[in-house]
């Protein structure tokens, strides 16, 4: 089975800083995609950033920014110049190009202190 | 467009009641979703419905129904309601997950279960 893993529980950083949030995962797939979902205190979930599994080129959105590292199943998730409204819980997704389910990492709770 | 509501936010429940957490979307989407996510953990999937009348069971299915009548909603019902069912439970949609489009989710409901 396909399984998702983010090891950081939990991180700080302060405000202004540069963020990598680490996500790795599991499949014997060669065609899926990857996503980072953001879930602030209001607990409304976003969608931040999605990265296919067949571009070499890592996404980038605004300030944010993956390394895509498709040997090693890595999808880490850098926040650059890190806003207070960054702080919520991030989640590293991943789905099949041909599925039609996500499978969620459990999430790392992010604060960005001022 | 109002995108993905949920009602009620917020309900307790004594334990053996039941009750239909609602769910509805206005952009037309194909694919919806039932989660639920538990205190430091991720998204777990109960039920999804890749269009009317079509319903498929998830991850965590035990203890809850799906019908899907319409496009536009997508009731999630609780029968017997157990402790194990206090969480916060998601809603969610997509056009299609054909390649890797977007999934929008509902504001929540928070289900206590004494």
């Known amino acids: 089975a396909q399984t998702v893993t983010q090891s950081q529980p939990e991180m700080s950083v302060q405000e202004a800083e540069t963020v990598t949030l680490s996500c790795t995962y599991d499949t014997s797939e060669n065609n899926y995609y990857l996503f980072w979902y953001k879930q602030p205190p209001s607990r409304q979930m976003i969608l931040v950033i999605r990265?296919?599994?067949?571009?070499?080129q890592n996404a980038t959105e605004n300030r944010f920014s993956v390394n895509f590292q498709k040997a090693a199943k890595s999808f880490s998730l850098k926040i650059s110049d890190s806003q207070l409204g960054d702080t919520a819980m991030y989640f590293c997704?991943?789905?099949?190009?041909?599925?039609?389910?996500?499978?969620f990492g459990k999430g790392t709770r992010l604060h960005i202190l001022p | 467009n109002a995108g993905v509501t949920q009602t009620p936010k917020f309900r307790i429940l004594k334990i053996g009641q039941s009750m239909t957490l609602q769910c509805a979307q206005d952009m037309n989407h194909n694919y919806m979703y039932w989660y639920r996510q538990d205190p430091g953990m991720g998204l777990k999937l109960i039920y999804y419905s890749v269009g009317a009348g079509i319903t498929d069971k998830g991850e965590v299915p035990n203890g809850y129904n799906v019908s899907r009548s319409t496009t536009e909603d997508f009731p999630l019902r609780l029968e017997l309601a157990a402790p194990s069912q206090t969480s916060v439970y998601f809603c969610?949609?997509?056009?299609?997950?054909?390649?890797?489009?977007?999934?929008?989710f509902g504001p929540g409901t928070r289900l206590t279960v004494l």
């Open positions: 990265q296919e599994a067949y571009k070499q």
């Open positions: 969610a949609s997509s056009y299609s997950l054909a390649g890797g489009e977007e999934q929008f």
């Open positions: 997704a991943f789905k099949f190009r041909a599925g039609d389910k996500i499978i």
